[in-house]
């Protein structure tokens, strides 16, 4: 079931089973999920932006500020997703155990956080650096079965998004076409929510 052979193991403790351990290449350009991240941790902070400013009475300065920071970070957006795609995407590893879910990104997802966060500071986006440092904190995670409170299921992409209790980060699960359904039905069997 691999298919992305770069990406760094996960480090499953010796006493758990494992049930589903799989590779996968996240394409960053066409990925709807990410898209979204995007408009969270740019779109809004702009509009907001562009919102406070407009009470200064500068209204059409205020819609242009909004407009052009959307627009400058969507080109840079744009243009890190080809580099991105173009080298492969990113690299993830995914294990499912008896006691829960594991994630590990590859070192070209770790790259482009220090990068979203080099770009933001650079940039002046408190956001933007923000969002890179949060990326850069998620890279290794854990959700064990007792601590979810939360799944979604994105059929159309095969990906399956597990939040655990307050303060875990959440997990994005990208599966394969021959384990989406086996992996969603395991998590739906242990989901009590």
Same mark, same amino acid.
């Given at each position: 079931?691999?298919?992305?052979?770069?990406?760094?193991?996960?480090?499953?403790?010796?006493?758990?089973?494992?049930?589903?351990?799989?590779?996968?290449?996240?394409?960053?350009? &066409?990925?709807?999920?990410?898209?979204?991240? &995007?408009?969270?941790?740019? =779109?809004?902070?702009?509009?907001?932006?562009?919102? =406070?400013?407009?009470? #200064?009475?500068? &209204?059409?300065?205020?819609?242009?500020?909004?407009?052009?920071?959307?627009?400058?970070?969507?080109?840079?957006?744009?243009? #890190?997703?080809?580099?991105?795609?173009?080298?492969?995407?990113?690299?993830?590893?995914?294990?499912?155990?008896?006691?829960?879910?594991?994630?590990?990104?590859?070192?070209?997802?770790?790259?482009?956080?220090?990068?979203?966060?080099?770009?933001?500071?650079?940039?002046?986006?408190?956001? =933007?650096?923000?969002?890179?440092?949060?990326?850069?904190?998620?890279?290794?995670?854990?959700?064990?079965?007792?601590?979810?409170?939360?799944?979604?299921?994105?059929?159309?992409?095969?990906?399956?998004?597990?939040?655990?209790?307050?303060?875990?980060?959440?997990?994005?699960?990208?599966? #394969?076409?021959?384990?989406?359904?086996?992996?969603?039905?395991?998590?739906?069997?242990? &989901?009590?929510?």
């Amino acid at each position: 079931m691999d298919n992305n052979p770069k990406s760094e193991p996960v480090a499953v403790p010796m006493k758990e089973e494992v049930l589903f351990k799989w590779d996968h290449s996240i394409k960053m350009l &066409f990925n709807p999920v990410l898209w979204g991240n &995007f408009v969270a941790c740019f =779109g809004i902070p702009a509009i907001l932006l562009g919102i =406070g400013f407009s009470f #200064t009475g500068h &209204f059409q300065g205020a819609a242009l500020l909004a407009g052009g920071l959307i627009a400058f970070f969507g080109v840079i957006w744009f243009i #890190t997703g080809i580099v991105i795609d173009i080298g492969g995407g990113f690299a993830a590893s995914f294990v499912i155990t008896s006691r829960g879910i594991y994630f590990s990104s590859g070192p070209g997802a770790k790259k482009a956080a220090d990068m979203a966060t080099l770009i933001g500071v650079l940039a002046g986006s408190l956001s =933007g650096a923000g969002a890179g440092l949060l990326a850069r904190a998620e890279q290794d995670n854990a959700v064990e079965w007792e601590k979810i409170k939360k799944v979604k299921v994105r059929k159309g992409i095969r990906y399956i998004f597990v939040r655990g209790s307050f303060g875990n980060k959440p997990i994005g699960l990208y599966c #394969t076409k021959e384990n989406f359904e086996p992996v969603l039905a395991l998590i739906q069997s242990k &989901f009590k929510g």
